[in-house]
C-alpha cells in the first residue's frame, strides 16, 4: 500500500455485513435501500428504493427525468442481465430542427436539451417485473416509493453535494449559461423564496411528491402514457420543444447481454453500446498485458500507464461509440485480446502520447450497488448528465428533464449525429467483476469520462495490491480530461499523490494540474466486494460524497 494515504486510508469505515449491503453516494438512499433489504426484499427491490430515494435527495445528479443501466446478477440462474433503460431522442429532433432556428451546437440548457424520452422510470419498473417474475419478491412496487416520498413530502436536510452544485448553478458572476434560475419553474422549485437553500436546510419537492405518488400507485405507465407524460408534454410543447406524448408512449427499456473480457483470472462486465462500457472494458484489456503489481501501487509508472491506456480506449470510443441500431460497432475485435496487446504496444513507458481532442468536460450520475444474502447483486447507474440537466422542470410535475441528448453532434458524418428515435452515446457503465461466474466485486462512479479511469483505479488496486474496496475508493485518483471552462485536456492528480510522482509525471509530457483533496470532479465511486469463503460482503462509499455503504 502506498505509504502516502496509509494514514488517511485507516481511518476511514470498512463496513462488513453478511446478510446484504448497499452502498450509494448520499445516506439516505442507502438506509431506503437497507430498509428493503432488512423486510425481505432482494438486491433489485434494494436499488430500486435506493434509486427512486436518489431521484428526490440527489436531484443535481438524478432524477425521475433522467436515464438508468442495469447489471443484474441472478443468484439462482447464475446469470447476468443487463437492462439499457436510456431514452431515444423524438420524432421531430433531427439536426434540421435546429439549424433552421441558427443552432450549430445543441445546448446545454434550455427546452432544446431537453430532446430525449426519460427513460429512468421504465427502468424501475422492468427491474421490478424482473424482480417478481424471476426472484419471487413479495415486496409490494408502492413500497419502494415509500422512503423517497416521505423525503419528497416531510423534506430532507440539504446535502453538502447538493448546495455545492446549486450554488454554482445560480450563481450570478458564473458563467451566464449556467444560471439556471432565468428558467422560471427551476427557480420555483429549487430557490424558495428566491433564496437557494444551504447544507442542513430542510427542502421538500411537493410536486414531485405528486409525480412520484402517481407512479407507486398506478405503475410507470401512468410517466409514459398518463397524466404525468400528457404534463410534460405540454410543457414542452408550449416552449418549442421536441418530445411529444407519442414519443414518451412508444418508449421502452431494453434487455441487453452484458459484454466481458478477462482481467487477471477475473471476467470483467459491462453493458454494451449505447454505453461507454466498452470503453471501461478496453483500458482493463490494456492493462492486463501490464505486471501492474511490479510497478507498485502509487508511482509515476503507475499512473502513466492507466493515463496512456485510457488515452487509447478513448481513441476507440470517439471513433466508433454511438447507437448500434443505427452504426455498426466491431465489438468483438475491439474488445479481443489481440486488439488488446496491440494497443499496450504502442504505449511508451517514458514519454506521454498526444493529447486526444478535447473531452466532454462533465457528467452527473449517481451509482449504487446492492448485494442480498442469497447472493443476487446489482450495479446501477443513474444520471441526467450535467449537473441539475436542462435545467427545465416540467411546469406542477417537479421532474428536472435531463440533457443527455445535448451530447448528440449536428454533423451528419459524426457517428454519434443526432437522428430521431435514435439513443445518444452514453458515457454511463455499471460494472461487475465475476470470479468462477459469481459476483466478485460489484462497483462503479460517477464522472462522464472518468468512470473508466475510476473503474480500472478501483479493479487495480483491488485485484493487483489487494487493498480492501474502502482503501480503494479512498486512495487518491486522477482525472485525464478537461473541467468546465478548459480548451484543451489535461491530468489532474489529487494533492495527496506525492509531488515526485506528479513532477515525473510532467517530465514525461504529462500536463499536470495539482487539485484538492477528495475533490469531486473525481467523481462518487463505490464498491462491494463478495468474499463466498468467508461469508462477508464489503463495502465502500465515497468520501468525495455524501454516500454510506451499509449492510447489515
Known amino acids: 500500500m502506498n505509504t502516502s494515504y496509509c494514514a488517511t486510508v485507516s481511518q476511514s469505515t470498512n463496513p462488513i455485513a453478511t446478510h446484504g449491503m448497499v452502498t450509494s453516494p448520499n445516506h439516505l438512499a442507502t438506509q431506503a435501500g437497507l430498509d428493503i433489504l432488512r423486510r425481505g426484499g432482494n438486491a433489485v427491490d434494494a436499488a430500486i428504493a435506493a434509486a427512486v430515494s436518489l431521484a428526490v435527495v440527489y436531484p443535481h445528479m438524478c432524477t425521475p427525468g433522467g436515464d438508468n443501466f442495469w447489471l443484474i446478477y441472478n443468484a439462482k440462474t447464475g446469470e447476468l442481465l443487463g437492462l439499457n433503460a436510456s431514452g431515444r431522442a423524438g420524432k421531430k429532433a433531427d439536426i434540421d430542427f435546429y439549424t433552421v432556428r441558427g443552432v450549430k451546437k445543441i445546448p446545454a440548457h434550455g427546452y432544446l436539451a431537453a430532446n430525449t424520452v426519460p427513460g429512468a422510470v421504465s427502468g424501475w419498473d422492468e427491474a421490478y417485473r424482473f424482480s417478481k417474475t424471476a426472484l419471487g419478491t413479495a415486496i409490494p412496487w408502492k413500497a419502494l416509493f415509500a ?274 428515435g435514435k439513443r445518444t452515446l452514453h458515457t454511463l457503465n455499471p460494472a461487475m467483476l ?55 485536456n489535461n491530468v489532474k492528480l489529487e494533492g495527496r499523490i506525492p509531488a515526485a510522482v506528479a513532477e515525473e509525471l510532467a517530465r514525461r509530457g504529462h500536463p499536470v494540474q495539482n487539485v484538492q483533496d477528495y475533490t469531486d470532479i473525481m467523481g462518487h465511486a463505490g464498491a462491494i466486494l463478495v468474499n463466498p469463503e468467508k461469508g462477508i460482503l464489503q463495502g465502500a462509499s465515497d468520501p468525495r460524497s455524501d454516500g454510506l455503504a451499509a449492510g447489515y
Open 147 to 420: 422512503s423517497a416520498l416521505s423525503y419528497a413530502v416531510e423534506g430532507f436536510p440539504v446535502s453538502t453535494s447538493f448546495a455545492r452544485w446549486l450554488a454554482i448553478n445560480t450563481d450570478t458572476e458564473g458563467l451566464a449559461t449556467r444560471r439556471l434560475q432565468r428558467f422560471p419553474e427551476f427557480a420555483r422549485v429549487f430557490m424558495k423564496d428566491g433564496r437557494r437553500p444551504s447544507v442542513g436546510d430542510i427542502f421538500r419537492q411537493p410536486d414531485l411528491a405528486r409525480t412520484l405518488e402517481k407512479i407507486a400507485e398506478k405503475g410507470a405507465a401512468e410517466f409514459y402514457t398518463g397524466s404525468i407524460a400528457e404534463r410534460i408534454t405540454d410543457d414542452l410543447a408550449e416552449h418549442d420543444g421536441l418530445l411529444s406524448l407519442e414519443d414518451f408512449a412508444a418508449h421502452k427499456a431494453d434487455w441487453v447481454t452484458p459484454i466481458h473480457v478477462d482481467y487477471r483470472d477475473l471476467t470483467a462486465c459491462n453493458l454494451p453500446p449505447n454505453t461507454q462500457g466498452m470503453t471501461s472494458l478496453e483500458l482493463l484489456n490494456i492493462l492486463n498485458n501490464f505486471d501492474i503489481n511490479a510497478m507498485g501501487e502509487g508511482s509515476a509508472d503507475y499512473y502513466h500507464v492507466l493515463i496512456e491506456a485510457t488515452k487509447e480506449a478513448l481513441i476507440d470510443r470517439d471513433l466508433y461509440l454511438s447507437d448500434p441500431d443505427f452504426v455498426s460497432i466491431p465489438l468483438d475485435e475491439l474488445l479481443s485480446k489481440e486488439h488488446g496487446k496491440a494497443q499496450a504496444a504502442r504505449i511508451r513507458m517514458d514519454r506521454a502520447a498526444g493529447p486526444l481532442s478535447p473531452l466532454d468536460p462533465k457528467g452527473d450520475t449517481v451509482w449504487l450497488g446492492v448485494v442480498d444474502g442469497d447472493g443476487n447483486a446489482v450495479s446501477l447507474i443513474q444520471s441526467i448528465y450535467h449537473d441539475f440537466g436542462s435545467g427545465i422542470v416540467a411546469k406542477d410535475t417537479g421532474v428536472l428533464l435531463q440533457n443527455r441528448g445535448s451530447f448528440f453532434s449536428l454533423d451528419p458524418a459524426h457517428v454519434n449525429c443526432l437522428m430521431p
Open 434 to 488: 465475476l470470479k468462477n461466474g459469481r459476483p466478485f466485486l460489484v462497483y462503479g462512479t460517477m464522472g462522464g469520462e472518468g468512470q473508466p479511469q475510476t473503474q480500472a483505479a478501483i479493479v487495480t488496486r483491488v485485484v493487483d495490491f489487494g487493498l480492501t474496496p474502502q482503501e480503494a475508493v479512498t486512495a487518491p485518483r486522477w482525472l485525464y480530461g478537461r473541467t468546465w471552462g478548459s480548451t484543451s
